[in-house]
């Protein structure tokens, strides 16, 4: 399974942006529905922490109380893309976003739960 992504970029404190993870599981023999999704960050110096999860048909989500109420976790199984839009963004947000699949049916929190990673996207809120 390969993922890609995209939409990282430098963006005032209060600004919006929409990270984009394309995903790609033919080699896997197992289509992209049935990849529960997440997003993670990692700021500089410090661990990779969640932030939001989608379950294969996308009915349920679950998000860090960090974002929540700020961040949107959706997929769209036609186009194989999970996004997360991100609104009121604050300075502490700043890290590397990274989208991750798991083959766990749950929209799960934890890293070890997630089976692929991709190589991340940088997102910078400036204050």
């Known amino acids: 399974v390969q993922l890609v992504e995209t939409g990282g970029s430098l963006v005032q404190a209060g600004g919006s942006l929409r990270l984009s993870c394309a995903a790609s599981?033919?080699?896997?023999?197992?289509?992209?529905?049935?990849?529960?999704m997440g997003w993670f960050r990692q700021a500089p110096g410090k661990e990779r922490e969640f932030v939001a999860a989608?379950?294969?048909?996308?009915?349920?989500?679950s998000y860090a109380d960090s974002v929540k109420g700020r961040f949107t976790i959706a997929r769209d199984n036609a186009k194989n893309t999970v996004s997360l839009q991100m609104n009121t963004l604050k300075p502490e947000d700043t890290a590397v976003y990274y989208c991750?699949?798991?083959?766990?049916?749950?929209?799960?929190?934890?890293?070890?739960?997630?089976?692929?990673w991709g190589q991340g996207t940088q997102v910078t809120v400036s204050s």
């Open positions: 991750a699949a798991s083959t766990s049916v749950v929209a799960s929190s934890s890293l070890r739960v997630y089976d692929y």
């Open positions: 599981t033919a080699a896997s023999g197992r289509s992209f529905v049935r990849y529960a």
């Open positions: 989608i379950t294969w048909g996308g009915g349920a989500t």
